[in-house]
């Protein structure tokens, strides 16, 4: 059953709810206070919205980091299961969970979002961050910050993460289970998280280890599927039943075989920080990540003989009197083996003098990343034959930063702040694949299939000049000076003795910044903000296409960038207890990247990265928090948003025009009530909303409950919290407490309970 307009109300309900109190809190608001101060630029008067770590522990069911953006206004993180390291892609306002380029992820300011490609492939490294070592996190919206490239259209993400003041140490461990139920697959999936961090200060020295296993097996998220049409009539092939009968995204009938890739996962995280207060205002400090995965992903057939057994090796199947070909990529396993590594180093000058400067560098790197399949009919993940390697050792990125802070004092510009910086941004992609003879489960090396390599660099200076006009007015003006290059591009197969090389590409962009703030009352401050994004292609998009008659085909060199202008107009009121926000928003993007058809010679259809004219969005954005509400100890945090994204031009496919931009839904809507019964009780209820959506540019997917549909959803969570005294507490819930099954192109997992302990020095 559908009960949308019941949904919409209730989210509406819950702003108006948390209004009844919000004329009473802290002017700063929208940050949620308590921990580390944000190392975002907090004096741009635009929206910034966050959550400290110990919030997130009290209220939130977090097995991974990106939990902590569950309940953030217009957010959405496409996390499919608990460790989902693939597809994890951040969606904003105006950006879908396709578009990974258009949001930028850090942890104490080093880079963890993969600007190597924009899509699901792409996804932010997520697991270089645990949740228990979150101070908070921050999120500003727009790219209304000249300190920023222009990935940073959608939103950016800041992490700080654990230093400690005092010797500390916690450990903590959880386990969650979902009974999972779709087309035939019935089961139960699960798995348990241990993590441990010890940190201190001794001196001018502090330092901070933090160590986390997760173990899990995920649902299945693929399907292998044949449309009823594509059957040959009395085609011959092994008669089977079990198929399931069912309609595609676009309406179309097809038959479902069975479910792929079943995941199972063991990752392993590792962090070590350490920090010199080489005086009291200038702090050096050092920080080692890692992360491993290993994950095993297999299949099940629905497909039955005559006897009733699984089907998986017959190249031809007949199913009600039509004949379908078996692929082994149908149901083929695979296998994934990574280990990458982050380090930054900074040292920065931090006392609030007339002059403040940091020197920031991060580096990140794929020390190890093997993606194994078999190219040959397999019945499990455990059969070896031949087989194809693809390893991306090597792709990574590194990131160097000079920055600095002006305060004068006197003279004409006394009452400005003035930052100034220069920046340096270098991604290089390496993917070769090769085949492995008869021994895909282990062979190191063998026949090159493929080979694809690129790099990107950006080079930026940027200023901006935060103005305190009077005691009610601020100003923020600002620009950023980017030079992009792209180059060192490369594709090869399994013919060609070297690769071919694309053309290098440089180009230049101005991207200026602009935000305005008034104090109106006590309690009402009014905020607009405008700004230009320019997001360069990335070494995916870019160097692109497929080798035709020792030639690349199918790639466009002279692909442009995207470029956005984005404004917003807020309104806020504050008090003791509770904040309001409502913002106008809209966004007008030129040239936006996009994979779509591609007519080619003979006839041929392709889909390739290619420019769309326009997209146009408008939208409306209302966040509130209260405490206190009517009943004592009882908080609420709501938000709704809308959002009318339509594509306005694209020469390229016009039956898009007109038409909705993908994965960016007309309405979203959040909400968490929390009741703090006493100082060991606290009980948290959330939900979360999406509205109608589509995968395609011209819509043509109206089917959103199907594999590779995306569904609206309505989505309840609960959580339970005890501490049993300074030390000691523990923790159940349950995240989709009404067992909705949900679809963005996967599906979502189902009803999952979470139950965790915790210890704390």
Wanted: proline share 4%; aromatic share 10%; glycine share 10%.
């Amino acid at each position: 059953m559908r009960f949308k307009h019941h949904r919409l109300a209730l989210a509406a309900m819950a702003c108006l709810a948390a209004h009844a109190h919000a004329d009473d809190t802290p002017a700063a608001t929208v940050i949620v206070t308590g921990g580390r101060p944000t190392s975002l630029p907090v004096q741009i008067p635009t929206t910034i919205e966050g959550i400290t770590g110990a919030r997130v522990e009290e209220r939130i069911n977090a097995v991974d980091s990106e939990d902590a953006l569950k309940y953030l206004p217009s957010l959405n993180v496409r996390k499919r299961y608990a460790g989902d390291y693939d597809h994890a892609v951040l969606a904003s306002r105006a950006s879908g969970t396709g578009n990974s380029a258009r949001s930028l992820v850090y942890a104490d300011g080093i880079l963890l979002s993969n600007l190597l490609g924009n899509g699901a492939a792409y996804t932010p490294r997520w697991g270089l961050v645990a949740p228990e070592e979150i101070e908070r996190v921050d999120v500003l919206y727009g790219p209304f910050a000249a300190a920023y490239p222009g990935n940073s259209v959608g939103a950016v993400v800041d992490f700080q993460t654990r230093i400690p003041t005092k010797r500390e140490a916690h450990v903590k461990l959880s386990g969650y289970a979902q009974g999972f139920r779709l087309y035939r697959t019935g089961d139960r999936y699960g798995g348990r998280q241990g993590s441990a961090s010890l940190g201190d200060r001794n001196g001018a020295w502090s330092w901070w280890i933090d160590v986390s296993r997760l173990d899990g097996d995920a649902q299945p998220i693929a399907f292998a599927n044949k449309l009823v049409a594509s059957g040959v009539p009395d085609g011959g092939g092994v008669p089977v039943t079990g198929a399931v009968a069912g309609r595609n995204p676009s309406g179309k009938d097809w038959w479902l075989l069975g479910a792929t890739n079943r995941t199972h996962t063991v990752q392993d995280h590792a962090k070590f920080k350490l920090a010199w207060d080489v005086t009291p205002v200038l702090r050096a400090s050092y920080t080692f990540g890692w992360w491993r995965n290993d994950a095993a992903r297999a299949s099940e057939s629905y497909l039955r003989d005559a006897a009733g057994n699984p089907v998986y090796l017959a190249p031809r199947v007949n199913i009600g009197g039509r004949a379908y070909d078996i692929k082994p990529s149908d149901f083929a396993p695979s296998r994934a083996a990574q280990a990458h590594a982050m380090q930054g180093l900074s040292l920065k000058r931090h006392g609030r003098a007339t002059f403040d400067w940091e020197i920031a560098a991060s580096l990140y790197d794929y020390t190890r990343d093997l993606v194994r399949t078999p190219t040959v009919r397999v019945p499990d993940a455990d059969t070896n034959g031949a087989g194809q390697v693809t390893d991306m050792h090597g792709s990574g990125w590194n990131t160097l930063a000079l920055k600095g802070v002006w305060r004068p004092d006197a003279g004409v510009l006394a009452g400005h702040t003035v930052e100034f910086g220069l920046q340096s941004d270098h991604a290089r992609l390496r993917t070769r694949a090769f085949g492995t003879g008869t021994d895909w489960l282990h062979a190191a090396d063998g026949r090159q299939v493929s080979v694809f390599n690129g790099n990107t660099w950006l080079a930026s200076l940027y200023a901006q000049d935060g103005w305190r006009i009077a005691d009610a007015w601020r100003a923020t003006l600002g620009a950023r000076f980017e030079r992009w290059r792209a180059y060192g591009g490369a594709l090869s197969n399994a013919v060609l003795a070297a690769p071919l090389p694309f053309p290098g590409r440089s180009e230049t962009a101005w991207s200026p910044k602009a935000a305005l703030a008034w104090r109106a009352s006590r309690d009402w401050t009014l905020k607009a903000s405008a700004g230009r994004a320019v997001r360069d292609p990335t070494a995916a998009e870019l160097f692109q296409g497929a080798i035709v008659d020792n030639a690349i085909v199918h790639s466009d060199p002279h692909l442009k960038a995207e470029t956005s202008w984005t404004g917003e107009l807020s309104a806020e009121t504050s008090g003791d207890r509770g904040v309001l926000r409502a913002t106008l928003f809209r966004e007008t993007t030129r040239d936006a990247l996009y994979s779509q058809p591609l007519l080619v010679a003979g006839g041929t259809t392709v889909n390739t990265v290619q420019n769309v004219g326009r997209i146009r969005t408008n939208g409306a954005e209302v966040s509130a928090q209260a405490d206190d509400v009517g009943v004592s100890g009882l908080g609420l945090t709501a938000s709704l948003t809308y959002a009318a994204s339509i594509i306005t031009d694209n020469a390229g496919f016009p039956a898009s025009v007109g038409k909705w931009q993908p994965r960016v839904p007309r309405w979203r809507a959040t909400m968490l009530a929390t009741w703090k019964a006493n100082d060991r009780w606290t009980a948290t209820a959330g939900a979360r909303y999406s509205g109608r959506q589509y995968s395609t540019l011209d819509n043509s997917d109206p089917n959103g409950n199907a594999y590779m549909g995306v569904s609206d959803y309505l989505v309840i969570d609960t959580r339970l919290r005890y501490r049993f005294d300074r030390r000691w507490s523990a923790a159940v819930g349950v995240d989709n407490l009404g067992d909705c099954k949900y679809w963005a192109f996967h599906p979502y997992a189902q009803r999952t309970a979470v139950a965790e302990v915790r210890w704390d020095l």
